[in-house]
């Protein structure tokens, strides 16, 4: 359809050519045209449907794409995060991988156990005295009498009376951190620290208040920094040996760092969950009936549902956590 088009010329130019011979002077006002540019096809395309007619599909083809830039919202220091993990990543193959393989091959298990015995012992006040803020009398009764137990018929904590057969009164493990969960209190902020290692605020606080526990309650030695240091050797050390293949598999994965941010958070939204009375469920695969495994495949596990690394368990585990991104 033909277009008509108006186009303005400069006032100069427009005098100059009316200064032609034969050309007849215009006004100054009348050669004030405006620009203007018309369309029949234009027009008849802005024209609103008829009643009852369909308006036509926009067919610019512009695509609009929806996203969020930046560090996730659960953690916003994701960069300093980060390059925390990867110091902490150094320094733990370099030093702590070693010394924990040394305390572990140089000690026979017997000793190590008790050693780690003594440690949880040392915490069971803490245990108690959360478990009674969260309501829970019968658990800090529990975490009471092991302390009484293990502390005396224990040798001081070295044997783990109160958990054999007979008596039966299982470790439990509490601290802050979880009552400020039961009640609601978030995680906050999600920190890698180069000593502590995966945490929040949150934790960072409870485990505070934790460690403080005793030394206010007691005093010394607990108050000495020869035991804080001892605590801290032994507790370290035997957490490193316990999560040493999770470790191996997290940093296999193609995000290593993510994938332990996640799978920390994922973990202390389920214990939080439990303690609540509440269950995080984790999504299980689809499966038809299982046949049997060809050689070379994984194994079917006691669920029926095949046996999964530990990688694939931390992007199930990342993908039905709580919304920490």
């Known amino acids: 359809m ?25 006004p100054p006002a009348d050669y004030q045209v405006a620009a203007l540019t018309w369309s029949l096809q234009a027009e008849a395309q802005t024209q609103p449907p008829a009643e009852g007619e369909t308006p036509p599909e926009d067919d610019s083809g512009e695509i609009v794409v929806e996203g969020e830039y930046g560090p996730p919202t659960g953690d916003p220091a994701e960069k300093l995060n980060a390059t925390s993990y990867r110091i902490t990543q150094a320094v733990d193959g370099a030093v702590i991988e070693p010394m924990a393989y040394a305390y572990r091959d140089a000690l026979p298990e017997p000793i190590r156990d008790g050693l780690g015995n003594v440690v949880r012992n040392l915490g069971e006040p803490s245990n108690a005295l959360n478990f009674l803020l969260q309501g829970k009398v019968g658990k800090a009764f529990g975490s009471l009498g092991r302390l009484a137990i293990n502390s005396t018929l224990g040798i001081g904590g070295l044997i783990d009376i109160a958990g054999q057969p007979g008596i ?15 009640y609601g209190v978030g995680p906050g902020a999600y920190l890698y620290l180069p000593v502590t290692g995966a945490t929040s605020v949150r934790d960072i606080i409870g485990s505070t208040l934790d460690q403080a526990l005793l030394p206010f309650l007691v005093g010394k030695p607990f108050s000495e920094p020869e035991y804080a240091v001892s605590y801290f050797v032994i507790n370290g050390l035997d957490e490193r040996i316990e999560v040493d293949a999770e470790l191996a598999e997290i940093r296999a994965s193609e995000d290593p760092y993510a994938a332990r941010r996640d799978t920390y958070l994922a973990m202390r939204a389920r214990e939080i969950a439990a303690l609540k009375g509440e269950v995080v469920e984790q999504p299980q695969p689809q499966t038809d009936a299982a046949p049997t495994p060809a050689q070379g ?29």
């Open 297 to 325: 495949e994984p194994q079917a596990s006691a669920s029926g549902l095949p046996s999964r690394a530990l990688v694939e368990q931390i992007q199930l585990t990342a993908r039905s956590s709580p919304a920490t991104r």
């Open 168 to 182: 039966g009164i299982p470790y439990r493990d509490n601290g802050f951190a979880n009552t400020m969960g039961f």
């Open 2 to 26: 033909p277009n008509l088009a108006f186009l303005t010329v400069s006032q100069p130019l427009l005098s100059a050519a009316l200064a032609v011979p034969g050309v007849p002077a215009l």
